[in-house]
């Protein structure tokens, strides 16, 4: 179980460049540049729902742009594959000036398919003579199909991809979950240290600039008190991602906002609370496992707010470990949280989500401290479940089953503002 476990964390916790859709996006742009080995004329893109929900309003990094085009339109000119989901990194102005120019051509198509209802991106690069074709399926960096001219390069069924280990966790419980983050060595989780450091110094960065729509000044000025302050630089480096500010976070199941919630604050409660070094290593590493193991069971992109009903739960297990509660309570604070805000919907990336995330981790932090005082939300409530797990299995029937138009119905909104 341990190095199972301990793979499947390291899998999921890894570094991103921007918004994870557009970059994932990018990469395939990217890969299908790379293919071609010539210069990009024309541009198709065919994508889910979710992903162009999430693509539309939210910033590039190293530009003032906002949008999957403009993404699509700096990989036909720059980026290596190779480099994942940082693939938009360092671009300059002349890249940024080539591109703009790129999208007035009006040569790049963007188009949504209604009928996939997982995470699908369908590239098609032109170039005068030659076409060719990428395809990420199931999770950002799965590149499962690549061809020139139709001629097949790779074509690897989405259950035979072995890049991603996140569905693996279902095989476990959250008894599971807590017992490896109690117990296993810690030198080998000493790597959640840079998800630490990153996150932070993008949280600082937030808190000292000018960036987004205003909401960091407010919370900072109003943190007096350390849950509060947990909260406000989490506030400020989901705003300063969400406005494009060219900073890796460290992500935790495919989202970087979800790496934001389920680090930061327990790194800064962790500091004011003296707690050591080893004890917030630990509740991080529930916070991602627990994170992971929700994402698993609803799904890589979800009518609801991953950074509520997953990051959120994450986020509050791990604070009722990291202020001694036991697996008991750590498990009613996963309810807790779950009862309180499973309904909030996801209408795409942007720079309101930093407003999402405080509420996120408001929840939690409440949702832990009514856990630790003996607070349970009795199972008989809405949607919970006897356990734990029945409850996050409940919640993927209502997303999966009961939210099936949902994503339509905000991205039509989206749309017709456009229009």
């Known amino acids: ?22 970059a994932a996006v990018a990469l395939a742009v990217a890969k299908a540049r790379e293919i071609l080995a010539e210069d990009i004329e024309s541009l ?4 889910n729902t979710n992903v162009l929900k999430n693509g539309m309003c939210v910033g590039i990094p190293f530009t003032n742009e906002k949008g999957l085009v403009m993404a699509c339109a700096i990989a036909m000119i720059h980026g290596n594959s190779s480099d994942g989901l940082e693939v938009l990194n360092n671009i300059d102005d002349d890249t940024l000036q080539q591109a703009r120019c790129i999208v007035d051509r009006d040569s790049i198509k963007i188009k949504v398919d209604f009928e996939k209802d997982f995470f699908y991106i ?16 199931d999770n950002h960096t799965n590149i499962c199909y690549e061809s020139l001219n139709g001629k097949v390069i790779k074509n690897e069924s989405s259950l035979e991809n072995k890049l ?39 949280a600082q960065i937030g808190a000292s600039k000018d960036l987004g729509i205003g909401l960091c000044k407010v919370y900072i000025r109003d943190a007096d008190d350390v849950y509060k302050k947990a909260k406000a630089l989490t506030v400020c480096a989901s705003e300063a991602r969400m406005s494009g500010y060219p900073l890796s976070v460290m992500s935790s199941a ?17 500091e004011v609370l003296k707690k050591t070094e080893e004890e ?39 604070l009722t470990m990291l202020e001694n509660g036991n697996d008991q309570k750590i498990k009613a604070s996963i309810n807790n949280t779950l009862a309180g805000i499973s309904g909030m919907f996801c209408d795409g990336a942007k720079e309101g989500c930093a407003y999402k995330l405080s509420i996120s981790v408001t929840a939690a932090i409440e949702a832990s401290h009514l856990a630790l005082s003996g607070v349970q939300i009795p199972y008989d409530n809405g949607i919970l ?24 119905e905000i991205l039509e909104i989206m749309l017709n503002k456009l229009n």
């Open 1 to 22: 179980m341990e190095e199972k476990l301990l793979s499947i964390l390291k899998n999921q916790v890894v570094k991103a460049l921007g918004c994870t859709e557009p």
């Open 44 to 47: 198709e893109v065919n994508v």
């Open 122 to 137: 369908d590239v098609r690069a032109y170039s005068k003579n030659n076409y060719s074709q990428v395809i990420i399926k």
């Open 164 to 202: 991603d280990l996140k569905n693996e966790i279902k095989n476990y419980d959250i008894d599971d979950l807590i017992y490896f983050s109690r117990n296993i060595n810690i030198e080998k989780i000493y790597f959640i240290k840079e998800g630490i450091a990153v996150n932070l110094n993008l």
């Open 254 to 270: 495919g989202s970087g906002n979800h790496g934001l919630v389920a680090i930061i604050p327990l790194a800064v409660i962790g």
């Open 280 to 318: 917030i290593i630990r509740a991080i590493t529930l916070s991602h496992l627990v994170t992971i193991y929700v994402k698993a069971h609803i799904g890589t992109l979800t009518p609801v707010c991953g950074c509520s009903v997953a990051s959120g739960l994450g986020l509050s297990a791990g």
């Open 385 to 408: 479940g006897e356990t734990v797990e029945k409850s996050i299995k409940n919640l993927h029937k209502v997303t999966s089953e009961g939210m099936k138009n949902v994503d339509r």
